[in-house]
């Protein structure tokens, strides 16, 4: 085989890899059935109501009851989107998903590009993100709370994308707004580019008006989701996570179950054992989590970040507060791959890895294969002990 066919194979390997890897979360996208938490709160909104429509059985699992009515915790943006599908009877739930996943692959594709990495790098980064992180976890399994994960991951990439090509401050506000609409810790990631904006080049009158055109369609979101949680709950904070309750009818705040810390749902006493678990949890049928060293084990690349810029120490600054809220919830995510709560911050990691122009050495590339082999498998590992986890169910 000549030099020229080589380059050629080597620089197409990562698309055909992509292709095949994508179809295969196609295939598990359209054989997975509607779990029906979104669906259920898209009927809602159409017979233009808040709380959910009765369901059959009295079954009322990871809703949250108050006042005699039963709600959805889920954040509403999704439910809204799907308001057509649902109306014309062809939702699929699953479909939505993979579509979604292929516009995070796109999106952080479009990111290397942007950074001026060729084609085939575009890729690897892509597959690194889709396939070698727990984002694989929640595009092969189609729940409505993996659903979320692949929509604020959506809404994170294209902010990103929007700053890097034509900065228009009010899309990129509107953007995380859309994202804290889909999932509410998202939102933090407003303060990246808050600080980017006040530590940046202007005088003080122009730092302040562009704060502005980034803050108002944000607080403007907030406002909307202030305003639906308190005509629910009465209290424009709750979103329903205080009052959400089990399969069993069991509030989570009394569930004492691995995975699943019984109290608030937030709480700072939570943080050293899901940091643990986010740092060094091992592989386990409970789904409970594992470590991100372990099922993206390029990351350690972010030791060799060649060009830690004022913008490059802003990013991560503002990726902690997102890590700490996530690790303050009492759940760690559990019936999961990996840790997928650690989505609300990864496309900032990875912008953060572009932006430093990191070389993709074969090295690099091949601890991404690695990434995507470690993390299919116990995607598949996960899926198959799912009998496991439902036999040691705490029952009433």
């Not at 779990?35 to 259920?40: G, I, K, L, V």
């Not at 439910?79 to 796109?106: D, E, K, M, Y």
Request: net charge positive; charged share 10%.
């Amino acid at each position: 085989m000549e030099q020229r066919e080589i380059t050629t194979l080597y620089r197409i390997w990562p698309f055909v890899y992509a292709t095949i890897l994508l179809a295969l979360i196609g295939w598990l996208n359209f054989i997975t059935a509607d779990d029906r938490q979104y669906s259920s709160l898209t009927e809602a909104f159409l017979a233009g109501q808040l709380d959910l429509l009765p369901r059959p059985g009295s079954n009322w699992a990871d809703t949250a009851p108050f006042d005699g009515h039963y709600y959805s915790a889920l954040s509403p943006l999704p439910a809204v989107i799907f308001i057509p599908l649902v109306w014309a009877g062809i939702f699929h739930q699953g479909i939505v998903t993979f579509f979604g996943s292929l516009a995070v692959f796109f999106q952080c594709f479009r990111l290397a590009r942007i950074f001026h990495y060729s084609y085939d790098e575009g890729c690897w980064f892509a597959l690194a993100f889709c396939f070698g992180t727990s984002f694989v976890g929640v595009a092969a399994i189609a729940t409505s709370n993996h659903l979320t994960h692949v929509l604020s991951v959506i809404f994170l990439f294209l902010a990103i994308n929007e700053y890097e090509r034509k900065s228009r401050l009010w899309l990129i506000g509107g953007l995380i707004g859309l994202a804290m609409a889909t999932r509410v810790p998202t939102g933090l990631n407003i303060i990246s580019f808050v600080l980017i904006l006040c530590f940046g080049v202007g005088t003080f009158r122009e730092k302040v008006i562009r704060l502005v055109k980034l803050l108002v369609p944000f607080c403007a979101i907030a406002g909307v989701l202030a305003v639906y949680n308190f005509a629910r709950f009465q209290n424009p904070l709750e979103s329903g996570y205080s009052f959400q309750v089990n399969g069993f009818g069991i509030p989570y705040s009394m569930w004492d179950v691995p995975g699943n810390t019984p109290g608030p749902a937030v709480s700072f006493s939570n943080i050293p054992n899901h940091l643990w678990i986010f740092l060094a949890g091992l592989p386990s049928f409970r789904g409970i989590g594992t470590s991100i060293l372990l099922i993206s084990p390029f990351l350690g690349y972010l030791l060799r970040v060649p060009r830690w810029d004022l913008t490059n120490k802003l990013i991560a600054i503002s990726i902690l507060p997102v890590l700490l809220l996530d690790l303050a919830f009492r759940s760690t995510g559990f019936e999961q791959m990996g840790y997928r709560f650690s989505l609300d911050f990864f496309p900032f990691v990875f912008w953060l890895l572009i932006r430093s122009r990191i070389n993709l050495t074969g090295k690099f590339r091949g601890l991404i294969f690695l990434a995507t082999v470690i993390d299919l498998t116990l995607t598949f590992y996960h899926m198959a002990t799912i009998s496991l986890r439902r036999a040691l169910d705490i029952v009433p």
